[in-house]
């Protein structure tokens, strides 16, 4: 079993760098997109996707799936990027992205992006969403699971603790909400732009299980979602502390990165420098 993990972490750790890969180059054809944010959350999608989903590529409709929502939706190439390792895309969709004939458009979309589950943009309402799917499969008697990713900035919006008391109501040990913690948003740090105070309390108060975690440990967060899959008592938050633009030297931990695109040669230096990762 402990190979199997460890097999498994090894496979996300190459994933996580082909799609850091292809978020840049998505990002860069488009000269536009949200690679920071994207990049911060790649290891944790890398490891959930390869590790954890039940899913089926050939059937992405396929009724016994578990549910992935993307509500933070400007982090879309990093959802498109393990969706071509998944094989739900192809590669040579990354040039697709912000494509008016292409299936893979700026924001996610589930009429024709197979993978999507929901359609995402207008920030905090994926909580809500994942509430709606993981309720349904208890009343449907499976063991269906419904994963969220959250943005930092946008746990500033209200719905999200509106949606964190509903979870917690109806004991939704079904759901789990990831916070990309990486402290910044596109005004600058969240602690200047609105502080989110003690965020692992706050989340207790709200009678959540909270796994607060390195977000690019790969040990670190493969043990936050079994444990989270374990837990019976209600529903689970990973808060994840991350570094904006991880991956490439001159975007880490820079607010800038988080609605820009990398010109010709920052390409060529940031694709050089994830070259020598593996």
């Not at 944010?37 to 992405?60: E, H, N, W």
């Not at 993978?115 to 269906?144: C, E, H, Y």
Request: proline share 4%.
């Amino acid at each position: 079993m402990l190979k199997d993990k460890e097999e498994l972490l090894h496979q996300a750790r190459l994933t996580a760098n082909k799609m850091r890969k292809n978020i840049l180059l998505m990002t860069h054809r488009a000269k536009g997109g949200h690679p920071g944010g994207c990049l911060s959350a790649t290891d944790l999608l890398a490891v959930l996707y390869k590790c954890f989903m039940r899913i089926d590529p050939q059937k992405p409709n396929w009724p016994g799936r578990d549910y992935f929502f993307l509500s933070k939706g400007h982090s879309v190439p990093a959802l498109y990027a393990i969706l071509i390792e998944m094989g739900f895309l192809s590669e040579g969709e990354v040039e697709d992205f912000r494509e008016m004939e292409g299936r893979l458009p700026a924001y996610p979309s589930c009429e024709d992006t197979p993978g999507i589950d929901m359609a995402s943009g207008s920030l905090g309402q994926g909580l809500s969403v994942a509430n709606g799917a993981a309720l349904a499969a208890k009343l449907n008697g499976t063991d269906q699971r419904a994963y969220v990713l959250l943005g930092d900035g946008e746990l500033h919006e209200g719905q999200i603790w509106e949606a964190a008391m509903t979870a917690a109501h109806y004991k939704l040990n079904n759901v789990c909400a990831i916070v990309d913690y990486n402290k910044l948003q596109l005004d600058g740090s969240v602690e200047e732009v609105k502080s989110l105070g003690d965020l692992k309390a706050k989340w207790e108060s709200f009678n959540w299980h909270v796994l607060e975690i390195d977000g690019h440990d790969y040990e670190q967060i493969y043990q936050a979602f079994v444990e989270a899959e374990q837990y019976r008592k209600g529903p689970s938050v990973l808060i994840a502390h991350t570094v904006k633009g991880k991956g490439v030297s001159f975007m880490e931990g820079e607010a800038g990165w988080h609605c820009a695109a990398p010109t010709d040669e920052e390409l060529t230096k940031a694709l050089k420098e994830l070259s020598r990762v593996c």
